[in-house]
């Protein structure tokens, strides 16, 4: 939505936590047993490879008119979009910026990214702008699952990418609830090991809570969390930690409040939401 700003010890075995697999026979899972994967215990991610990484950024503003509740046309996109390819291009990635992309188009976008060979690149990032719901982003004919987009770069299907941080950041709505707020008084060696989880290394980082809350968006300067993640990353990038940058996106966006001459959307408030699966920290190079 648009509106304008104011301002141990292990003694047994494992076992998954699952219903049973095996129907109504009182079976389970069979039990695993504990072994050392081989994974180093390197602090930091290797961010010294040739190449920092591509950025792709998808900015859908127009959006076809039999779209379902015929998505509007979101101004200050075009800003946020300006401000993520100043800000990763500063950090040394290459940016691909993609522009009112339908759902094919966006998947075959990132697929033939992820077929592509980034053994000499340290990480990947995908900035998607656009309208969403829980789960959902849209493309400009209609909604498509998020999961297909970043299930594109698992471990197991982009293998030179494997080991390495993929972050995605997602500017869209998760729903229609509103926060009406509350009043209140190193690098390292590149790693050896022998099997790491098809899902590690994925940071997914949205602009508002898991609960189905719109993401506000100003009409001229653009998002909030476009603006504060920008913002924090030209600050501290060289210094700090992306999870304590991210912290600081969210305490600048909790900093905002909407203004708006219809009374159910002003003052009100939003919170960025960080999902981390990442195994090491990371620290950009200098």
């Not at 980082?205 to 969390?225: D, I, L, M």
């Amino acid at each position: 939505i648009m509106a304008n700003m104011k301002d141990g010890l292990q003694l047994g075995q494992d076992e998954a936590d699952t219903k049973s697999l095996f129907g109504s026979q009182g079976k389970s899972l069979p039990v695993s047993k504990s072994m050392d994967s081989g994974i180093q215990s390197d602090e930091s991610y290797k961010m010294d490879y040739p190449e920092i990484g591509i950025c792709i950024i998808i900015n859908n503003k127009n959006f076809h008119p039999a779209t379902a509740k015929g998505m509007a046309f979101r101004s200050g996109t075009d800003a946020d979009a300006a401000h993520i390819r100043d800000t990763f291009m500063t950090l040394g990635y290459k940016v691909n910026l993609n522009n009112d992309r339908t759902c094919k188009q966006m998947v075959d976008i990132l697929q033939n990214v992820a077929k592509d060979d980034h053994s000499n690149q340290s990480s990947f990032v995908c900035v998607l702008l656009s309208h969403g719901e829980d789960g959902l982003i849209y493309g400009t004919d209609g909604p498509l699952e998020l999961k297909i987009l970043t299930g594109l770069f698992r471990g197991d299907r982009c293998k030179s990418l494997a080991g390495k941080p993929k972050l995605f950041f997602f500017q869209a709505c998760r729903g229609t609830e509103l926060d009406s707020g509350i009043e209140t008084d190193s690098r390292s060696e590149e790693s050896t090991c022998q099997k790491i989880p098809v899902e590690a290394d994925f940071l997914y980082a949205y602009s508002t809570a898991p609960v189905g809350y719109y993401s506000w968006r100003n009409s001229s300067e653009g998002s909030w969390f476009i603006q504060s993640l920008c913002l924090m990353l030209k600050q501290h990038a060289k210094k700090l930690e992306l999870m304590q940058i991210l912290t600081r996106v969210n305490r600048k966006v909790a900093e905002y409040s909407s203004y708006s001459n219809h009374p159910d959307f002003h003052a009100k408030k939003q919170i960025p939401c960080i999902v981390s699966m990442l195994t090491k920290e990371l620290y950009f190079p200098h």
